[in-house]
């Protein structure tokens, strides 16, 4: 069999895997049209739910209308080993940067709308410690605010800074691990993994059970921050032409 054959079954065979593996409250209602890039997109959203809009387990978060270089730079971290997800790394394994963007600008398209979040169980002090680390940092264990990346909205910034509203309180806290313990990273300067290896467990558990049970105010990302990031990072630099 021609090794282009190969790769071909291989991809549809990934495809097919994932879409009958995914939990059946998280898959596709509607009818997807062939050829279409919503039904391109069913094995995508079999576990990230209709456009992108976040899976019910509480792990697969919101994709739909994340800044396009971001859902691109992710794309790529997945499929080059950057990011260690097996399901992920097997679907993407043989696609090109062209389709990556393809998909990736689909997805940021996307706007349907969030559902109510889920109140956390956290004790309120601990609540208010999470608001804090996320609206002023801790500038004696130099931690910036998530707010000076991430938009005075918490709802990402283009190029490529995410949304961080909307996302499931296991994922926010399992997404600090992965950049602890070097399962994610980015392009250096690396720097949430940085802000995560100066956090505690504490903290993350505080910042996860804080945006995690916060409403949607705006969903659109913010075109700029008002001032400058207060760290370096590459991903950011990269997509805006920086050296």
Not at 18 to 31: I, M, N, T
Not at 41 to 62: E, K
Not at 139 to 145: N, Q, T
């Amino acid at each position: 069999m021609p090794l282009a054959n190969k790769h071909k079954y291989k991809i549809m065979g990934a495809l097919a895997a994932l879409a009958v593996s995914a939990p059946l409250a998280a898959q596709q209602p509607e009818r997807l049209e062939p050829g279409t890039m919503a039904g391109r997109m069913a094995a995508c959203t079999a576990c990230h739910g209709s456009q992108g809009r976040a899976g019910p387990d509480g792990y697969y978060p919101r994709i739909a209308g994340k800044p396009a270089d971001y859902l691109y730079n992710q794309l790529v971290y997945f499929r080059d080993g950057r990011r260690q997800y097996r399901p992920m790394q097997h679907l993407l394994e043989f696609m090109s940067d062209d389709y990556l963007r393809q998909i990736a600008d689909w997805f940021s398209e996307q706007h349907p709308p969030y559902a109510a979040p889920v109140p956390s169980r956290l004790p309120a002090a601990t609540l208010e410690r999470g608001r804090q680390l996320v609206m002023q940092g801790d500038s004696g264990r130099k931690l910036p605010a998530c707010v000076a990346c991430h938009g005075e909205a918490l709802n990402g910034v283009r190029p490529a800074v995410p949304a961080l509203l909307g996302l499931p309180h296991d994922y926010i806290g399992s997404q600090f691990g992965a950049w602890t313990n070097g399962l994610r990273h980015a392009i250096g300067p690396d720097c949430m993994a940085d802000i995560a290896r100066r956090m505690t467990p504490e903290d993350v558990s505080a910042v996860a059970g804080w945006l995690s049970s916060q409403s949607v105010r705006s969903a659109a990302p913010a075109d700029k921050l008002p001032a400058p990031m207060p760290m370096a990072c590459g991903s950011q630099a990269v997509v805006e032409g920086q050296p």
